[in-house]
């Protein structure tokens, strides 16, 4: 129930909430990229928390476990509630989408426009533990925007497909066990490789 070809398995079933979800946080970061105004306010708050967070864990007795903890109870928590979350007709994982595209897609600009070496940020800043966090992030609002289809579904359902209805509930149930298993734990590869080869590459 629990191996990772069921969760690839799984993931298939899925394959249409998770494009969904690849194009909103596509979206996300144009958003960010061109943004101005209230938006652009809203991503420099979100921005600026961060860096101070960063600052405050940099000066601790032990910055890589520090950081390595904090990343990975912050991913893993985050992406377990928006895909639970779902259930309220996937509005939370829309809205988790957007904003951390469009601070991706802010960040990226600003780095650009200042003349910095967007390059180099992408290649030692984003990839090393991007290259499995994002993915996963994106697996986990897919699956709960699949749990937000299926509560649109549940309001629709008559008596005659009641039952059906009732499957596909002990069905997402358990894909959702094996998907949040392996989400923690890619979160936890992502997070062990942020705080030590993402924090050496751009110390």
């Known amino acids: 129930?629990?191996?990772f070809s069921i969760f690839m398995k799984d993931l298939a079933a899925i394959k249409l909430p998770l494009m969904i979800s690849a194009v909103l946080f596509a979206l996300g970061i144009a958003v960010g990229w061109i943004g101005s105004g209230p938006i652009q306010d809203i991503i420099v708050k979100e921005i600026q928390g961060l860096g101070e967070m960063s600052q405050s864990l940099r000066q601790s007795d032990h910055p890589e476990l520090s950081f390595f903890i904090?990343?990975?109870?912050?991913?893993?928590?985050?992406?377990?509630l928006v895909l639970f979350s779902g259930i309220l007709f996937g509005i939370i994982p829309i809205v988790f989408l957007a904003i951390n595209g469009m601070v991706l897609g802010f960040l990226?600009?600003?780095?650009?426009s200042s003349g910095g070496d967007l390059v180099e940020l992408i290649f030692k800043g984003l990839l090393p533990h991007g290259i499995i966090e994002i993915p996963v992030i994106i697996i986990a609002c897919g699956y709960g925007l699949a749990l937000g289809g299926l509560s649109f579904k549940?309001?629709?359902?008559?008596k005659d497909?009641?039952?059906?209805?009732?499957?596909?509930w002990r069905e997402?149930?358990?894909?959702s066990r094996t998907g949040s298993l392996w989400?923690?734990?890619l979160l936890?590869?992502?997070?062990v490789i942020e705080s030590t080869i993402t924090l050496w590459l751009v110390s």
């Open 1 to 3: 129930m629990y191996r």
């Open 70 to 80: 904090f990343i990975f109870l912050n991913n893993s928590i985050k992406s377990i």
């Open 108 to 112: 990226l600009s600003v780095v650009e």
């Open 154 to 158: 549940s309001m629709a359902f008559n």
């Open 161 to 168: 497909r009641g039952s059906g209805i009732k499957m596909q």
């Open 172 to 175: 997402f149930w358990r894909k």
């Open 183 to 185: 989400i923690v734990l």
């Open 188 to 191: 936890l590869v992502a997070a």
